[in-house]
């Protein structure tokens, strides 16, 4: 999952089969029966499943965790790990700044992920995508920057390659170098697709433009899209993802936890959370968690897995909600395998429309 202003990390950053999911949904609902398929990761040869598992919380200590971290919350990690690719949830997003590694740390998202990984291969193979970021610092310049935060990257992981290479988010300068830098990991087979994230329209269609000069796509950008986020709707991210065949993956698509239903004005989240969803926006927020929640019932579905199928349904999209424990993962499974309605989709979008959105990371408009 990106960093995000409305996450407050980036000032502390200084931030092969699914199984079929039943419904007890009535007759007139939409339910789509069968395998879920996979989908390309834009024009690369990536598949990836239509919802992966955000690890920014694995390790961290900037934002989530309540600034700490400690061997209950470890195995609550590694269990969300294992249920997700339980569940058939096996796309798991991560970077080098989720953790304690900007700060000095041992433990980062990079290094737990490839515990786990290893852990889970001595049962046998283990079926899993890997997507992660080079972070834009400014002191990091060119091409080589790029594959040299990814080698090590990859040493934390335990990976020779990984499935998804991705720029964190646009550099202060020197972005055509970083492209660059994606263009020659690929061609060194260190990673299978190369995207970006928190890129503006005209910086994702440079983006593309460069890399397709070396015939390599642009599969990814990586924002923040929720419904109550809607942003890349209204700065032309969303379309210009769909006219140039980019997938586009949706961080925070439940708003940090507060589009599930689980806190109320009365019980706002805890730590930097708090200081974006406090009880006053949580109050105006009720008279669409309490419709989320309507239509939820009436697919036997929870508000989480409704806001998660309502953003699949944009078509194009992939989320990857963060998972702090195997039955938030286990949870995210259920919005597969089913449909909301169109005049759903439209209802929650009109809903949503009435309140203003939260604040994001700011060079998103770069």
């Keep these: 999952m990106a960093l995000q202003a409305c996450g407050l990390a980036f000032g502390l950053l200084h931030r092969r089969a699914t199984p079929v999911m039943k419904s007890m949904a009535s007759d007139d609902v939409s339910i789509i029966r069968g395998v879920e398929e996979k989908v390309k990761l834009g024009g690369s040869e990536v598949k990836v499943t239509k ?5 920014w919380s694995w390790g961290d200590t900037t934002y989530w965790n309540e600034f700490q971290w400690d061997d209950r919350k ?11 690719i339980d569940s058939g949830i096996n796309f798991i997003d991560t970077a080098e700044v989720y953790g304690s590694w ?12 490839g515990s786990f990984i290893k852990e ?8 899993v995508s890997v997507a992660t970021k080079f972070a834009a610092l400014p002191w990091r310049l060119g091409r080589r920057s790029v594959v040299s935060a990814l080698k090590n990257s990859l040493a934390r992981l335990e990976l020779s390659s990984v499935d998804l290479y991705q720029l964190h988010w646009p550099g202060i300068w020197g972005n055509e170098g970083y492209i660059d830098g994606l263009g020659d990991a690929v061609e060194m087979g ?5 995207g970006v994230s928190n890129y503006s329209e005209r910086r ?3 983006a593309y433009t460069r890399l397709k000069a070396r015939r390599i796509p642009l599969a990814s950008n990586q924002v923040n899209y929720s419904l109550i986020y809607r942003i890349p709707e209204e700065n032309g991210v969303k379309a210009a993802c769909d006219d140039l065949g980019v997938t586009l993956i949706a961080y925070c698509p439940i708003a940090q936890g507060a589009l599930t239903g689980k806190y109320t004005p009365e019980n706002p989240p805890t730590g930097p959370r708090g200081r974006i969803y406090t009880p006053e926006f949580l109050t105006k927020l009720k008279p669409l968690l309490d419709r989320i929640k309507d239509i ?15 953003l699949i349904c944009q078509e194009n999209v992939v989320p990857i909600p963060g998972a702090k424990n195997a039955e938030q993962a286990a949870e995210f499974a259920g919005a597969l395998g089913w449909k909301l309605k169109d005049w759903e989709i439209e209802e929650l979008r009109k809903v949503a429309s009435s309140k203003e959105p939260v604040v994001g990371f700011p060079v998103e408009k770069l």
């Design 190 to 194: 260190l990673v299978k697709a190369v």
């Design 102 to 113: 900007i700060t000095g740390g041992a433990v980062n998202s990079e290094t737990l992920i």
């Design 74 to 84: 470890l195995k609550a990690a590694k269990a969300a790990f294992n249920a997700s």
């Design 120 to 127: 889970r291969q001595k049962a046998g193979p283990v079926d």
């Design 204 to 206: 994702l269609r440079d």
């Design 296 to 310: 939820g019932q009436n697919y036997g579905k929870t508000s989480t897995q409704v806001v998660l199928n309502w």
């Design 51 to 55: 919802l992966g598992t955000g690890a």
